[in-house]
């Protein structure tokens, strides 16, 4: 699946062993930000399955979304792009930094349930993560009964 649409890189949210992952600004989808994972095209590899993997949790709240991925010409060099949900809180790791490591318990219970549902679907669709640790557990806000809450979304998917 290929996916083309204008953005704007804006800067760098970090360095992973298989790609670069930016925040950029679409002018295409309702989302008005979302992130890019991107590697040289010949050493894209481990992201295009990631993406293929992506794929299989489409609609699951608990894995974070995937729009799509494209192909873009860098001054001469070409590049693979996976196009995901950003995640402005962070990770679950930036979360337990934030409380001292002391996560009250009744939002370690929450937070466990919200994980249990995202495994659950993804060893329904016949995968298992590999690499399961709070770095790759984003952070999303949400409102529930107009109070201020968070989503946990299960991210990261290559190679395993
Ligand atoms: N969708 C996203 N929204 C916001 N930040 C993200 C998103 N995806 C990744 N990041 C951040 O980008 C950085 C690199 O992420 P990536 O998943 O590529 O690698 P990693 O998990 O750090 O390392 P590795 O892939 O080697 O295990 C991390 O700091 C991660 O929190």
């Known amino acids: 699946m290929s996916t083309n649409m204008e953005w704007l890189r804006l800067k760098k949210l970090g360095q992973g062993t298989y790609g670069t992952v930016y925040l950029a600004m679409s002018t295409f989808t309702e989302e008005l930000y979302f992130a890019v994972k991107n590697a040289n095209l010949e050493d894209s590899s481990t992201l295009q399955k990631e993406m293929r993997i992506f794929q299989k949790f489409r609609g699951a709240n608990e894995v974070v979304k995937c729009y799509g991925c494209c192909v873009s010409n860098e001054g001469g060099a070409m590049k693979y792009n996976l196009l995901l949900e950003y995640a402005p809180m962070g990770s679950l ?55 201020s809450d968070v989503q946990l979304k299960i991210a990261d998917f290559g190679p395993g």
């Open 93 to 147: 790791l930036n979360l337990m930094r934030d409380c001292g490591g002391r996560i009250p318990e009744s939002h370690v219970r929450k937070y466990t349930k919200m994980l249990l549902r995202g495994l659950s679907c993804i060893d329904n669709n016949g995968h298992v993560h590999c690499d399961l640790k709070p770095a790759n557990i984003l952070v999303f806000p949400r409102e529930v009964d107009g109070l």
